[in-house]
């Protein structure tokens, strides 16, 4: 088993900058890929970023390329969601999921293919 527990949100406007975390407990945090999701309101759950077991393999959203970045420290067991020049298409909620299953290179981008998920955290950009 995996919890998650998500931080770091809140109100910005737009181009500002949040950084999102996420700390993770149960099995050996360096084992397991990590990603992050969201969904705005009324819209489906949209993958945004990934990154493998050891942080070597990324994996972005085209729509937020070049402005988020993700990274982890595995000596903390968090994952980290640097989010910059923020849009207001961007306003939804947040969550990271873990999946135990994902080879070390892989950074999956399906949501169906992680196993455990916090509850997320709210990212409003106002305009």
């Known amino acids: 088993q995996v919890q998650l527990v998500e931080s770091g949100g809140g109100l910005v406007q737009a181009g500002g900058s949040l950084r999102l975390s996420c700390a993770a407990s149960?099995?050996?945090?360096?084992?397991?890929?990590m990603g992050w999701f969201r969904q705005a309101p009324g819209k489906g759950r949209e993958f945004v970023a990934a990154?493998?077991?050891?942080?070597?393999?990324?994996n972005y959203a085209d729509s937020v390329k070049g402005r988020f970045t993700i990274s982890r420290d595995n000596a903390k067991n968090t994952v980290y969601l640097q989010m910059n020049s923020l849009e207001p298409e961007d306003t939804a909620v947040y969550c990271c999921?873990?999946?135990?299953?994902?080879?070390?290179?892989?950074?999956?981008?399906?949501?169906?293919?992680?196993?455990?998920w916090g509850q997320g955290t709210q990212v409003t950009v106002s305009s």
């Open positions: 999921a873990a999946n135990i299953v994902a080879l070390p290179w892989q950074a999956p981008s399906s949501s169906p293919n992680y196993d455990f």
């Open positions: 149960g099995r050996p945090f360096s084992t397991y890929a």
């Open positions: 990154i493998s077991r050891s942080g070597g393999s990324t």
